[in-house]
T-cell receptor, first 112, second 111 residues
Framework: DAGVIQSPRHEVTEMGQEVTLRCKPI?????LFWYRQTMMRGLELLIY????????DSGMPEDRFSAKMPNASFSTLKIQPSEPRDSAVYFC??????????FGSGTRLTVV | GENVEQHPSTLSVQEGDSAVIKCTYS??????FPWYKQELGKRPQLIID?????GEKKDQRIAVTLNKTAKHFSLHITETQPEDSAVYFC??????????FGRGTSLIVHP
């Protein structure tokens, strides 16, 4: 089991550019979460999918953020246009419904 | 929604001492309480969890206790070692399965 796979590991982009983060969940896990981690705010839930359907996106900060899960094996988080304050580590985590969520390695995003 | 408070934010101990991290939650419907350890530059990793039908769970040097009435749960690490140094997060989730995380505790174990 390769675990939750995120790409890229690091992303440096200029303000105004589009950024796409990717996540491949653990096979069989039907819950998928996108989190943002910063020193100031800790781990913030951005969006939660269950069986590929967005259930709670109340944590998505602005319309610049969007997330999709077209199938059970892939999800994306897109920021368009990116801003310096979006700089953070973005984690994807998945779970099998009974708890025990597994995190990916994260994407460290730097917007300059 | 659920609100999880975690204390202390920083904990410094000598090697061999015990460490205790405490969390409180607000939603009485929460029934699953995992703890995660995050080493510098790495992902949070599940180290132990407890469900609301038990009051205590142990795994070698770590243990978690849960008081449903008071809505608080704690992580206990005994005989701490330098490699225990990390940020520890508690979380709570209920029927929605959406975990709400505490702000984290930075544990420093001095050799």
């Amino acid at each position: 089991d390769a675990g939750v796979i995120q790409s890229p590991r690091h992303e440096v982009t200029e303000m105004g550019q589009e950024v796409t983060l990717r996540c491949k969940p653990i096979s069989g896990h039907n819950s998928l979460f996108w989190y943002r981690q910063t020193m100031m705010r800790g781990l913030e839930l951005l969006i939660y999918f269950n069986n590929n359907v967005p259930i709670d996106d109340s944590g998505m900060p602005e319309d610049r953020f969007s997330a999709k899960m077209p199938n059970a094996s892939f999800s994306t988080l897109k920021i368009q246009p990116s801003e310096p304050r979006d700089s953070a580590v973005y984690f994807c985590a998945t779970g099998g419904g009974a708890g025990g969520y597994t995190f990916g390695s994260g994407t460290r995003l730097t917007v300059v | 929604g659920e609100n999880v408070e975690q204390h202390p934010s920083t904990l410094s101990v000598q090697e061999g001492d015990s460490a205790v991290i405490k969390c409180t939650y607000s939603d009485s419907a929460s029934n699953y309480f995992p703890w995660y350890k995050q080493e510098l530059g790495k992902r949070p990793q599940l180290i132990i969890d407890i469900r609301s039908n038990v009051g205590e769970k142990k795994d070698q040097r770590i243990a978690v206790t849960l008081n449903k009435t008071a809505k608080h749960f704690s992580l206990h690490i005994t005989e701490t070692q330098p490699e225990d140094s990390a940020v520890y997060f508690c979380a709570a989730s209920g029927g929605s399965y959406i975990p709400t995380f505490g702000r984290g505790t930075s544990l420093i174990v001095h050799p």
